[in-house]
């Protein structure tokens, strides 16, 4: 027979949620300490906390005097006054501690409960999806999306009002006139002056398309970036290899950090003052948060998973795919449908932006089409197995070389970056020059902007 003392309740703390409230009415500046935290009314256990926490935050978001008397009449607007004890119960709960200065430490207890009896949901829905007996692999992705959501406990998933969200911002652009250097803060720049101002930087949830045919310098250009992000900006950086190995682009990245050309390095060819350029390039690029994965047979669960493990441990600010074609859906119903595989890819990638709030930079291979027109300047159209890579990215990028198809061209390793698709701002071209010796390509400041 089962004991009253063998039946446990879910975890919770009823004086820390007290000691918070009471601290918020004894000195409402703790209140930015609970937005830090992601404290919500739902992180209460109970529910006559719960009701009185999300009255404060009315109030709050009105920038109204947050009192007794003020938080005993905005319950009675809700409808609660007298399932959270009345104003009695408010009085009570004021008087419960005689000074803030711990009520910090109640709101963490309170998360820390919140969040354990969240694992404590997940745990039973894992149970309950394999009692259901689903699919392996479809249990395995849910168990990693759930924990994922978890360590990422910000209420991300309600539905906001537009109030809510206006109020939001507002903080935000004051937060900015006060704290003007944190502009710079969630900006990822690719280092070339007139691209950034078109694209108006890499957004955290945007998916960007780098596509050219073979030997146009994709790769190069796509670790150009990845050295300005990382070097310039501190910024951290995931390169998914699928192409080369890790060392073949720790060698690109030192050729173009340390001036010394590609020949000399992959061939051995190095003099004393190559080897000082390479150490002090090797010391700089020692100090930067930059994480390789060569592994050629890669789907987008794990690469999913690697970057979900990258974002808890490391942060993350930038991650690049080099490169789309070469990898694999999750599933085996195409029957050799490539485009279709394709079009799952660059969905999956889209919402994997969204999710962890990254923006990703995924290479593309052009289909030949292009090189059987006599305007060699490639169009969407152009990218191969497109299906849905277009409308799921929010900007394409494609490199035209003309001294690809015209030798005798006089634009000689000249580089057009044609931005044919950008969702917030301009499309158009920029005008770089490549360095084949140190695989680096640098603005000559030429650019032609379209409607």
Known sequence: MVSLEDIKLPPHNIDAEKGILCGILMDVELLYICDGLWLISEDFYQKEHSFIFKAIKTLWAARKTIDVLTLGDQLSKDGVLDIVGGNDYLYELSSFLITSSSADEYAKIVKEKSILRNILKVSQRIIWDVYEQKETFDILQTIEKRIFDLTQDTASDQVHSIKELLDSRVENYMDIVDHPEKINDKKVMSGYYNMDEMLWWFKPWELLILAARPSMGKTAFAINILEHSAIQQKKAVALFSLEMWSEQIVDRILSTASGVSMTKITKWRLESEDFSNIWEAMEKLSGTKIFIDD????TIPQIKS????????????????????????TSTWYSGNRTQEISEISRWLKELARELEIPILALSQLSREVERRVDKKPQLSDLRESGAI??????????????????????????????????????????????????????????????
């Open 390 to 451: 277009e409308q799921d990215a929010d900007a394409v990028m494609m490199l035209h070389r003309e001294d690809y198809y015209d030798p005798d061209t006089d634009k000689k390793w000249l580089t057009d970056v044609c931005i044919r698709k950008n969702r917030n701002g301009p499309v158009g071209e920029v005008e770089l020059m490549f360095h084949k010796e140190t695989m680096k390509f640098v603005e000559t400041g030429k650019t032609g902007y379209g409607e």
């Open 295 to 298: 592994k050629w047979s890669t």
């Open 306 to 329: 690697k970057i979900r493990r990258l974002k808890i441990k490391e942060w993350l600010d930038l991650v690049i795919i080099d490169y789309l074609q070469l990898m694999s859906g």
